[in-house]
């Protein structure tokens, strides 16, 4: 401000003066985190404006940003979240499917069919049926100490030899 008051910004001559204009500095920021929150509430309503609020910039900067940092809008980029974390869940649990859109963010069974069909050609049941074999339980671990949670193994019988055929 003192500079202004004190120097002429036109030299003698016509020649202007140099005078150094600070810019603010380029925010070059990543959406990262804001991504990772998004993630961890995947299950609740969220809006652009709770996006850009969480990032500290405006809504129509987020999505101009969120689109070059990752190429689909951000309303895109959450509801492929939310379809993951669909199938995820279909994989991994016997949750009912109300209560699995809920725990995905997608609001109903009817949005959760709609959007899992789209992504993947198949219902959410016929996504989750060709995940777990028939007449066996998901996780046959618990029945067999010594293996962690989670592992999935054969029966006895199909998995080696008989017990008749040792000698």
Known sequence: ???LALVAPVRPGGQARFTHTPLPPERGVSFAC???WAMRHLD???T???LARHAGVSVRTLSRRFHAETGVSPLQWLLHQRVERAKELLETTELAMDQLARAAGLGSADSLRRHVLRRTGLTPTAYRASFTRRGLPTDLSADRPGLPAGIP???ATAAGPSASSVA
């Open 153 to 155: 193994c054969l029966p």
């Open 1 to 3: 401000m003192a500079r």
């Open 44 to 46: 609740e309503p969220l």
């Open 48 to 50: 652009l404006t709770d």
């Open 34 to 36: 804001t991504r990772a």
